[in-house]
Nanobody
Framework: QVQLVESGGGLVQAGGSLRLSCAAS????????MGWFRQAPGKVREFVTT???????YYADSVKGRFTISRDNAKNTVALQMNSLKPEDTAVYYC???????????????????WGQGTQVTVSS
């Protein structure tokens, strides 16, 4: 089992920045990709970004050039630096851990088995 705990959400004005963190515990995350998803009110959860164990990254087009994902394998943590935030970035952000599966619809082919409880990000205009 893997437990994921997010932190760092909050309220920020458009154009501002926030940094989300996710701490993992319970087992080694070797071979696991770590991803971030988000869900806005009334919308389905959507992929934001993911990073493999070796550091390979994928981003949704909507966040490319503004968001940066990173991970510290020694500390079992993953971070999401969000710059130039827009009101449409408002959502609950979830950290997730997963492995490659051929049936996965997500970039990189990762299917996510473990999820955090989410952290709210609100961007005011």
């Amino acid at each position: 089992q893997v437990q994921l705990v997010e932190s760092g959400g909050g309220l920020v004005q458009a154009g501002g920045s926030l940094r989300l963190s996710c701490a993992a515990s319970g087992r080694t995350l070797r071979t696991y990709a770590m991803g971030w998803f988000r869900q806005a009110p009334g919308k389905v959860r959507e992929f934001v970004t993911t990073i493999s164990w070796s550091g390979g990254t994928y981003y949704a087009d909507s966040v490319k050039g503004r968001f940066t994902i990173s991970r510290d394998n020694a500390k079992n943590t993953v971070a999401l630096q969000m710059n130039s935030l827009k009101p449409e970035d408002t959502a609950v952000y979830y950290c997730a851990a997963g492995q490659r599966r051929s049936s996965s619809p997500y970039p990189g082919g990762y299917a996510y088995d473990y999820w955090g409880q989410g952290t709210q990000v609100t961007v005011s205009s």
